[in-house]
């Protein structure tokens, strides 16, 4: 599959401590990304202002969802968006809307369904996918959650009352299948999205992460469980998100190789 890949160092969504190691991430996988067929977003230095909206820094990030729904809007091949924290993915499903109706498979190990009256940290990369329902970008009944461990209450609450289903990777291929079918019978065209938080590998697998959390995905389950998913239906797009290394990107470190290494395996899976 042809695909660009978008890089965007955002680390204004972040929650974490670490939040200036995300800029670091997205630098690192640039590196071993084809210089062709690799783009970078510009992202301001500057940390932004909340604007009455009750999500931190949120001027910076709609300015960088600006600046990304322009470079979306000139593609025809589907888009890789590498981030950065996972507020980059609005941007990302909102253009794979466009298309057709959204198959969303979100792997990760946090639900990111807060809103800014639930969430404890005002951080929008805890927020962004509840933003997505709430704003019609993909219907709750389209959302497959992969990895999903670590939920606040309001969270819980939510997945229970608006049906948000969640899958094991071995579930994924079928569940997608049934999710196309759904948007087929009611007269629309299912598309695939598919959003990687790298938090949702186990810590014994991922080192580089803000938020680590037990009992996450071995590399192959999820590599199979993308696979499935596309095998299932084409990819209109797909993001991944919250590299943050432990360590410096300009030093030879071990640990640092290891994940990018994962990393190549996780765009190969979406991209072959």
């Known amino acids: 599959m042809s695909s660009t890949f978008l890089v965007v160092p955002q680390w204004q969504g972040s929650g974490s401590a670490r939040a200036m190691r995300l800029v670091d991430g997205a630098e690192a996988i640039r590196r071993d990304l084809p210089s062709t067929a690799t783009r970078v ?4 230095l500057e940390a932004g202002d ?4 009750g999500i931190l820094r949120f001027s910076a990030i709609r300015l960088v969802r600006e600046r990304l729904q322009r470079e979306l809007a000139g593609l025809d091949e589907p888009a890789v968006v590498i981030g950065g924290d996972c507020g980059v993915e609005y941007a990302g499903v909102e253009h794979a809307a466009r298309a057709g109706r959204v198959v969303l498979l979100w792997a990760d190990a946090h639900g990111d369904l807060n809103t800014p009256e639930t969430s404890p940290s005002g951080a929008f990369h805890g927020m962004v996918l509840r933003s997505m329902i709430d704003e019609g970008l993909v219907d709750a009944a389209d959302v497959l959650l992969l990895g999903v461990r670590e939920l606040d209450d309001a969270e819980a609450d939510f997945i229970a ?4 289903r969640r899958v094991t990777a071995a579930q994924v291929g079928a569940a997608v299948a049934e999710r196309a079918e759904a948007a087929r019978a009611a007269g629309r065209e299912p598309v695939l999205y598919a959003h990687v938080d790298l938090d949702v590998l186990d810590p014994g697998v991922f080192e580089g992460v803000g938020f680590p959390t037990p009992f996450g995905l071995a590399l192959d389950e999820l590599t199979a469980a993308l696979g499935a998913a596309r095998a299932a239906l084409p990819l209109a ?3 991944l998100t919250e590299f943050a290394p432990v360590a410096s990107i300009d030093g030879d470190d071990e640990a640092l190789g290891d994940d990018l290494s994962v990393i190549l395996r996780i765009l190969a899976a979406l991209t072959r």
């Open 41 to 44: 977003i510009d992202v301001p």
């Open 50 to 53: 909340s604007e009455g909206t």
């Open 161 to 164: 009352s608006a049906g948000l």
């Open 237 to 239: 797009g797909a993001g």
